[in-house]
């Protein structure tokens, strides 16, 4: 079974910096694509950026130029370092793993194991 716990949520100002982490437990995360998903109140959950097994990264246009993800396998990890954080960043942000893929789909549906969620906020 597969596992994922993200950390590193909280609030922080606008022009702030947050780091989240998510920990993978359960089969071979090496071989998993990985992804960040957001939902605000009252939106659909929305691709924010991606990691494949081979480390290429895909970001939404939004994020871009801001937000950076990266894996570490030795740890079973995936971190999403957010800079620049605006308003509109603020939502609940989910870790996702494709066990059965390896690049980093956009398409929530590619992803059959979610962690709980860590909430952002971002104040103005």
């Known amino acids: 079974q597969v596992q994922l716990v993200e950390s590193g949520g909280g609030t922080v100002q606008a022009g702030g910096s947050l780091k989240l982490a998510c920990v993978v437990s359960?089969?071979?995360?090496?071989?998993?694509?990985m992804a960040w998903f957001r939902q605000a109140p009252g939106k659909e959950r929305e691709f924010v950026g991606g990691?494949?097994?081979?480390?290429?990264?895909y970001y939404v246009t939004s994020v871009r130029g801001r937000f950076t993800i990266s894996r570490d396998n030795a740890k079973n990890m995936v971190n999403l370092q957010m800079n620049s954080l605006k308003p509109e960043d603020t939502a609940v942000y989910y870790c996702?793993?494709?066990?059965?893929?390896?690049?980093?789909?956009?398409?929530?549906?590619?992803?059959?194991?979610w962690g709980p969620g860590t909430q952002v906020t971002v104040s103005s």
């Open positions: 990691i494949s097994s081979r480390s290429n990264t």
């Open positions: 996702a793993a494709d066990v059965e893929g390896f690049r980093a789909s956009r398409n929530v549906y590619e992803y059959e194991y």
């Open positions: 359960g089969g071979t995360f090496s071989n998993y694509a």
